[in-house]
């Protein structure tokens, strides 16, 4: 097997690290890139309880059926996508145990299971000052009596379309994007976000 | 003045007819010259004609807000693959393809293109080159009624496709027009690996939910988007067996073991990969398709394996004149949406077995059925030296002026260096039934003798796919 320190982030070309040391303390905003996390796609009926069984018995979190929730058991998330269309989230390590946890637990079934972990990248954006960052680019109500922790939306950010996770109350929020625009993306919000003072977290 | 005229006197009737004072400046530049045309016509002085009220926005706003930051290179998204640094490396140009840059071609230092090109496309034929199809669109098909799927929107049979085989296929609307076309395998009996254009993606994955939710919402198939899940790189050339030999070792290569238009999952440089025998150039090709966090390594690992061959990394212009050379079509090019399988000399594609498929009853037209369509034909200049350019009109009678009856333009045209003389096809009326015929190519005031021929060109019985 290839060495690890070939893979790169899809962030790599601009070196987070020493972007990290470069950047002072105490910013509006922190910035950083949460690189090789596991993102299975899958789909199913969810009024069928064999379905949502078998989803809580490969993972262990709930199925979310709330539109634009997210559930959160230990290190594993699930994010509604759609009615019928889910993303389950964990750690690289979990990827494959994953996929073949839930192929087996759904065993039967019309479901679907397809990896996407390597097609995004995920951009956090922390601090007091990311829902104005946000704002900037995105036509959904970000205030917290509309979207908070454990909420989740697709939509576009300038012109890149994302899914957006609010994950605490800092805010903090975690931004799913397709690699291809994550050159464009990162640089989008790095420039909006000079404006409230910025800190590049180190990966 | 006709405002006046017409008795619109009053300040907010003469905003009303003329609407000046509206908009987002509310009058600032505009109504002043209004108003005092308006004070000259009623021969008072300007402010006893008065002022309109003012809205907001007061103040004028600025395109400035209205633009933001999308400008200069936050205009629009440039979309990149995994191996972009490295092409921006070797000193790439690009060409956007929809969103995408694409590496057009990797000019050496004092090479015009056409020197780039001519040597990206012999090393092709003679060695072996590289070429990152990572933009290709790629959507997931699984389930029991994937095939069933398949069948009812490619033209050709995909039910008895061997498990581990892959195949060419076109996909037409209702019209029975080519709107897409691409490979796909089949991974396992219910699940299939479809790629189809870069610019048509996002439009295929459309087409193929609005048909299973709109039409056949009881066929048992999910179709997930996969474009960016892999990186792509194709190696092809008559080296291409031997350099993948080498940075991939668990898997036998020869051709009994790993025929052309098959797929294997195996490791290269240490990365899991899916291997595609597959071409779009005609010769012995494979697809790597490996994790997009491994797409720069293993790039890298080709390089420096196929170094001892002269490995060659080229752009899509190479690809371009590589495909045209062989007589592959480009959709969208090639193609405008109204041309069938028919029409490009492709019946083969279309089944005469299965009872249905999307396009097959409009098909069934008398229209186009008829001998005398637009067809696909290859075009030989008399001039060897000569490449019109696309988009030249085709013309049988020359008059000493336009207007001249058209019988069709040139779609594809280039320099061929494994030729060495021109190359161009088109699409000519009656076209297949003029095989041999002398036409003539018209543009601006350039007057060009064709001969029109079966669009091959390099290699037409196929033998170089085997190496």
Known sequence: MVETYQRRSALAHFSLNALANQSGTGGGITLGESAHRAIINIRGDATDSAFTAAVKNATGCDLPLAANTVATAGDIRILWLGPDEWWVVGTDARRAGLIDGLRNAFAGQHTNVTDVSESRTIITISGPASRDVLARGISNDLHPRAFGPGQCIQTSLSRANVLLHQTDNAPSYEIYVLKSFSDYLWRWIGLIAEDFGMVVKAE | ?467
């Open chain 2, 1 to 467: 003045m006709l405002a006046h005229r017409e008795g619109y006197r009053s300040v907010e009737h003469l905003k009303r007819y003329t609407t000046m004072g509206m908009a987002t400046d509310q009058g600032k530049t505009s109504n002043v010259n209004a108003l005092a045309i308006m004070a000259g016509l009623q021969n008072v002085d300007i402010p006893s004609v008065g002022i309109t009220t003012y809205r907001p926005p007061y103040t004028p706003v600025t395109f400035g807000v209205f633009s933001g930051r999308d400008k200069e290179d936050f205009l629009d998204p440039v979309r990149k693959t995994p191996m972009h640094v490295w092409h921006e490396d070797h000193a790439a140009k690009f060409e956007p393809v929809g969103q995408w840059h694409r590496a057009w071609y990797y000019p050496k230092p004092g090479e015009s293109m056409h020197d780039a090109v001519s040597r990206e496309v012999k090393a092709v034929r003679t060695s072996v080159g590289i070429v990152d199809a990572s933009t290709l669109g790629k959507i997931d098909v699984q389930g029991p009624d994937a095939a069933w799927f398949l069948d009812m929107v490619y033209t050709n049979a995909w039910s008895k496709l061997g498990v581990g085989k892959c195949r060419y296929g076109f996909m037409c609307g209702e019209d029975g027009m080519v709107f897409d076309d691409g490979v796909t395998s089949r991974i396992a009996e219910n699940h299939f690996h479809m790629t189809t254009t870069t610019g048509g993606a996002p439009r295929v994955m459309s087409w193929l939910e609005e048909w299973h939710q709109c039409e056949w919402p009881e066929k048992k198939v999910y179709f997930t988007s996969v474009t960016e899940q892999w990186a792509v790189m194709a190696i092809g050339g008559p080296m291409a067996r031997q350099l993948l030999g080498e940075v991939c070792t668990d898997i036998p290569l020869d051709d009994a073991a790993f025929p052309h238009l098959s797929f294997k999952e195996a490791t290269v440089a240490g990365v899991p990969a899916r291997i595609f025998r597959i071409t779009f150039t005609g010769d012995l090709s494979y697809e790597i398709n490996v994790p997009p966090s491994y797409g720069l390594h293993v790039w890298r690992a080709f390089m420096q394996a196929g170094e001892k061959y002269g490995i060659t990394p080229y752009g899509t212009e190479a690809l371009h004149v590589l495909r045209a050379e062989k007589g592959f079509v480009i959709v969208g090019q090639d193609t405008d949406g109204t041309v069938t399988p028919q029409d490009l000399g492709m019946d083969w594609i279309v089944s005469k077995a299965k009872p249905d498929f999307i396009g097959r009853r409009s098909m069934l037209r008398s229209d186009t059925k008829r001998p005398d369509r637009k067809h696909l034909v290859g075009l030989l200049t008399e001039d060897p030296k000569i490449v019109v350019p696309d988009g030249a009109q085709i013309v049988e009678h020359l008059k000493d002026r336009p207007p001249m009856t058209m019988l069709g333009h040139v779609t594809s045209s280039y320099w061929s260096p494994n030729m060495d003389r021109s190359i161009a096809m088109g699409l000519v009326k009656n076209g297949r039934n003029r095989l041999g015929q002398t036409l003539y190519a018209c543009w601006e005031n350039n007057r060009v003798k064709m001969t029109v021929t079966e669009p091959k060109f390099f290699d037409p019985e196929g033998a170089r796919v085997n190496g």
